[in-house]
């Protein structure tokens, strides 16, 4: 996915691609690309700015906030880039100017731009913080360490309640 700027065509340059996992390096033990990274869309270029949109579908293997078992997740997102070229130091002036603001640009360099960089931080963005391998996941429980979903236990702390409620309750039962 590196796109040589003399190659985009007037009209734009459409594409769709399947780009190996290795290519992105996302692989921590709670959150890795399993296979490849599907990248469909289109490079478009005025004047020496090119951008592209499209959209980006990217198997991953990541791990229940929970539970923490590892369960599969399928992140299918909208990708924009803006691809800006740096300046350079012997032109003054004659090149775009970036401001601090500008921090949703990409900078390229010698005449190419390489959508891998992008493609990994949106895909990062969509992996959500909390993550659940199913929607009402028991996870651990907080006594005896038993995954409650395989393996309920007999503790008396089941961790379906809120410690501030347990307070609470307590209070409750004093008061009786
Ligand atoms: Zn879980
Ligand atoms: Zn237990």
Redesign the pocket.
């Known amino acids: 996915m590196i796109f040589e700027i003399e190659e985009i065509p007037e009209g734009g340059l459409n594409f769709d691609v399947l780009e190996g996992k290795e290519h992105f390096g996302i692989d921590q033990t709670d959150c890795a690309l399993t296979d490849a990274v599907k990248v469909r869309g289109k490079l478009t270029k005025i004047e020496r700015e090119v951008c592209f949109s499209g959209d980006l579908e990217a198997p991953l293997l990541v791990t229940c906030t929970r539970c923490l078992k590892p369960f599969p997740l399928q992140v299918i997102s909208k990708v924009q880039v803006h691809f800006i070229p740096r300046a350079k130091e012997s032109s003054p002036g004659s090149e775009v100017e970036i401001k601090e603001t500008d921090i949703e640009k990409e900078l390229y360099e010698e005449d190419r731009v390489d959508l891998h960089g992008p493609i990994r931080d949106q895909i990062l963005l969509d992996v959500p913080l909390i993550r659940l391998c199913q929607k009402d996941c028991k996870g651990i429980?907080?006594?005896?360490?038993?995954d409650?979903n395989s393996d309920p236990?007999?503790?008396e702390?089941d961790g379906q309640i809120d410690p501030r409620f347990a307070v609470l309750q307590k209070l409750k039962e004093k008061l009786k």
Do not use: L, Q
């Open positions: 429980c907080s006594e005896c360490g038993n409650r236990c007999e503790c702390n």
